[in-house]
């Protein structure tokens, strides 16, 4: 089987659809699944270190945005329209942009049906990246526009059962199926605590508190600096690490500056996926995470897998992670709740250990190979159902 990928993002740009597309494009290849992949060109990717099946779309910038880049429709037309052809049997859609219309496009001539999968919760990102549109008027926009794009495809993929609810929410009628990303094997390769902490500065004794993902305002960062304050009232050796990259970097760092934090909070910028980050992961004497907007949640799964202990609010995607034995202790957003169990854990060393071992084994079976098996189930069923749901071209 050939299956077409679109998206409007990809690496080198660091996130969690750009992760999930590399993780089932590698698994799929072991279910008899070959896959090429159209995605914007960055400016950074020589053509010796691209990978194999990626072809890559002239591209402008994004406003307001200097990390995404967006395809220009000439030039995606035009490969796509060299690739039909080439027999594909099937086209999986991740992104809903320029991408979505373009497989859609490609899979009407074709005549085959598209997947998408619904990695981001739309409704949440639109009031902190056009703040001047009220948030009524956005929720309604978000809403209408799923439903419209939702009625393209065939079949849908959200990532956790709690998407899948929003999804119905909205009056989506398209069918839904539930398909986490899971974790590949190198996930679970032991990063190297001391070499992270030699490189950051950071003093051996320090008590690391960690968070790793997107830098953006979505993920509710900046509730994590307020709780951080109060971890260190009662833990003075304690450092925030926050890990990665993104739009609402300026604004924690004048918060973190406000507040007399400097010295205690650590940014580190994107950090390599099969070195650095591992060894940050591993360094970390506790993960924290508030996120109101993950569709999964995946960086949870890759923290456990590394044995960090879990402090986190359960919040739509992630309410399918961290479930009771999870390795993981599950708080509100509260700041004095959520900094009293970060100290709890930081203190108890038997609640370190056990929080610790429980996460491992909880990792471990989220299989990303058996994800793509059922992947390649379903898209054997979208193929053999009768008539096509996209029509003519």
Not at 39 to 61: K, T
Not at 308 to 327: D, H, K, M, N, W
Request: neutral net charge.
């Amino acid at each position: 089987m050939r299956v077409l990928f679109v998206s409007d993002v990809y690496f080198p740009r660091v996130n969690g659809v750009s992760t999930s597309i590399r993780t089932f494009r590698q698994d799929l290849s072991a279910h008899g699944v070959e896959t090429q992949l159209v995605a914007p060109h960055y400016g950074a990717v020589p053509a010796a270190a691209e990978e194999p099946g990626v072809v890559r779309v002239a591209s402008a910038g994004v406003p307001r945005d200097p990390e995404d880049r967006r395809m220009r429709w000439g030039a995606l037309t035009r490969v796509l329209d060299e690739l039909v052809p080439s027999g594909f049997d099937l086209v999986h859609i991740h992104t809903p942009f320029i991408a979505h219309y373009a497989g859609v496009r490609f899979a009407r001539r074709a005549g085959i049906p598209a997947v998408a999968t619904y990695h981001t919760f739309f409704e949440e990102y639109l009031h902190h990246y056009l703040p001047v549109l009220p948030r009524g008027v956005g929720r309604w926009l978000a809403r209408s526009f799923t439903r419209s794009q939702c009625d393209d495809v065939r079949g849908l993929i959200a990532p956790s059962e709690p998407m899948r609810s929003v999804l119905l929410e909205y009056g989506v009628t398209t069918p839904i199926h539930v398909l986490p990303t899971g974790l590949p094997g190198d996930r679970f390769r032991a990063g190297d605590g001391r070499a992270f902490r030699t490189r950051a500065g950071i003093a051996g004794d320090a008590r690391l508190v960690t968070y790793i993902g997107r830098v953006a305002h979505e993920k509710n960062i900046g509730f994590l600096v307020q709780m951080f304050r109060e971890v260190l009232r009662r833990v003075p050796q304690a450092v925030l690490v926050i890990a990665g990259e993104g739009p609402a970097r300026p604004a924690l760092e004048q918060q973190v500056a406000s507040l007399g934090l400097g010295s205690h909070v650590h940014f580190t910028g994107y950090l390599d996926r099969d070195t650095a980050l591992l060894d940050c992961y591993t360094a970390a004497d506790v993960f924290v995470f508030a996120s109101r907007t993950e569709t999964q949640g995946l960086v949870l799964l890759e923290a456990m897998a590394q044995g960090a202990p879990v402090v986190s609010t359960a919040e739509l995607g992630t309410r399918s992670i961290l479930v009771p034995g999870s390795g993981a202790l599950v708080v509100p957003e509260e700041r004095d709740a959520f900094a009293a169990a970060v100290v709890r854990v930081l203190e108890d060393r038997e609640l370190h250990q056990e929080l610790s071992q429980r996460g491992r084994l909880y990792a471990r079976n989220w299989s990303s190979s058996a994800m793509a098996g059922r992947l390649t189930e379903l898209y054997g069923t979208l193929r053999g159902a009768p008539g096509t749901a996209l029509g003519a071209a």
